[in-house]
């Protein structure tokens, strides 16, 4: 059964720092692409950060030199390390998986990513 368990929101002033944790079981992450994602009120659904099972990693323009995606293949833990935090980086931010390589498609849409946390609030002021 494959479970993803995010951590590590909170409220933080703008220019601040936050990480994020994704803790997974039930499969190796290291061998799939993860994601993090994030939805503020009102807007749709946007990956921010990505990881692929090579080791590659994409971010939106709109966090890229800000935010880090990587993870510990011992702990099965993948982090989302947020620098300089603005106030449009408010959301609910989630971490997602892709067993069935459908990001390789569609890299960048939810529905390629078929298993989800439960999510994690950030807000920024």
């Known amino acids: 059964h494959v479970q993803l368990v995010e951590s590590g929101g909170g409220s933080v002033e703008a220019g601040g720092s936050l990480r994020l944790s994704c803790s997974a079981s039930?499969?190796?992450?290291?061998?799939?692409?993860m994601a993090w994602f994030r939805q503020a009120p009102g807007q749709e659904r946007e990956q921010v950060a990505r990881?692929?099972?090579?080791?590659?990693?994409h971010y939106a323009d709109s966090v890229k030199g800000r935010f880090t995606i990587d993870q510990d293949s011992v702990n099965n833990t993948l982090y989302l390390r947020m620098n300089g935090l603005k106030p449009e980086d408010t959301a609910v931010y989630y971490c997602?998986?892709?067993?069935?390589?459908?990001?390789?498609?569609?890299?960048?849409?939810?529905?390629?990513?078929?298993?989800w946390g439960q999510g994690t609030q950030v807000t920024v002021s």
């Open positions: 997602a998986a892709d067993h069935n390589s459908v990001s390789i498609e569609l890299p960048q849409s939810p529905v390629a990513f078929d298993s």
């Open positions: 990881l692929s099972g090579t080791g590659t990693t």
């Open positions: 039930g499969y190796t992450m290291r061998n799939y692409c």
